[in-house]
DNA sequence: CCTACAAGCTGAAGCGACTAGAGGTTCAAG
DNA sequence: CTTGAACCTCTAGTCGCTTCAGCTTGTAGG
């Protein structure tokens, strides 16, 4: 009875994806590296899984969707694990990747400015306009930034 | 001297980055990718370039600045080398891949608020906080969006 | 008990857009 | 003619998955 316990909660890989909302072979991705822990298997070498990794998946899942890095989800795993020493470190990871995002956002606030410049002179009419766009994209001097800090928004 | 006209503005790749603000080996590589044309060669094989070459690099650049990617960038190119039939596409293009950065601002602009209210609970202080940046985390329920459209920002 | 077939398994390759490195060749200044 | 920076090709690595091929296992119906 005590050992069936155990049992009760576990569930294949399949069923943890749904729970979780993230891809059966991402988990396995996942696994693979050491994001998380590999579970028990059945007889027949298949996964199965228990409450701690439904809990830590969705960690992970969450912090993903946030935008944290894989490496960065690692350290933060790590922390969560030891009891003692976390938080300062944490809070610098945090810091650091909300000042990320409000970098991108600032770029992309001033991309879509450009673009939607480049797209307004040439409205979608038909005539009279040969090609407003490509000519925008070919004359780099028309535009606000210049060599500025634009480049490499996307990477 | 004719012919000598033609020389004079060839340069070597290195020069060619210098001018366009494109790595070296990122030339190559949209060589490689078939976004800029095979320049001429010297008898030593090495590549030198045209002024139409410039202008075509400073396009792409232009472009990728902004965020189009090499597949779009390609067609866009197409497009404003049969000088009838374009601009349609090419505004479709830009209106799409500005729908595109819209989006990406709106998410960007809610993960920048959680991750803002994250960091405050455990503002870098040294105890007291047995992490509240893990447990934000960890806990889905205590976040804005929940399941929402949030997943997926970053790829 | 047997059979289907969905779900699971592994390992490798592919994606986009480069970047980096090894190991060799060429160009141009002194 | 020598030096060394710049160039060449080819291969592999990056990140975070996704897709595929070719199997094996678990389970529900008959």
Redesign the pocket.
């Known amino acids: 009875m005590s050992e069936r316990k155990n049992l009760e909660r576990v569930v294949?890989?399949?069923?943890l994806?749904e729970q979780t909302g993230v891809?059966?072979?991402?988990i396995?991705?996942?696994e693979q590296v050491d994001l998380l822990p590999p579970p028990e298997?059945?007889?027949?070498?298949?996964?199965r899984y228990g409450k701690r990794h439904v809990e830590r998946l969705a960690f992970i899942k969450h912090a993903?969707d946030l935008g944290f890095?894989?490496?960065s989800i690692r350290t933060l795993l790590k922390l969560s694990d030891s009891p003692t020493l976390p938080c300062d470190e944490a809070h610098a990871i945090s810091v650091a990747h909300l000042g990320d995002v409000r970098h991108k956002i600032a770029r992309l606030r001033s991309l879509e400015k450009e673009l939607e410049r480049i797209a307004a002179t040439c409205s979608g009419g038909v005539s009279a306009c040969d090609c407003a766009i490509i000519e925008a994209l070919a004359d780099h001097s028309q535009c606000a930034h210049h060599e500025s800090g634009l480049a490499g928004a996307?990477?």
Chains 1, 2 share one sequence.
């Open positions: 294949p890989i399949g069923a994806a891809k059966v072979e991402t396995r991705y996942y298997r059945t007889e027949g070498n298949q996964r993903r890095s894989v490496d996307w990477r």
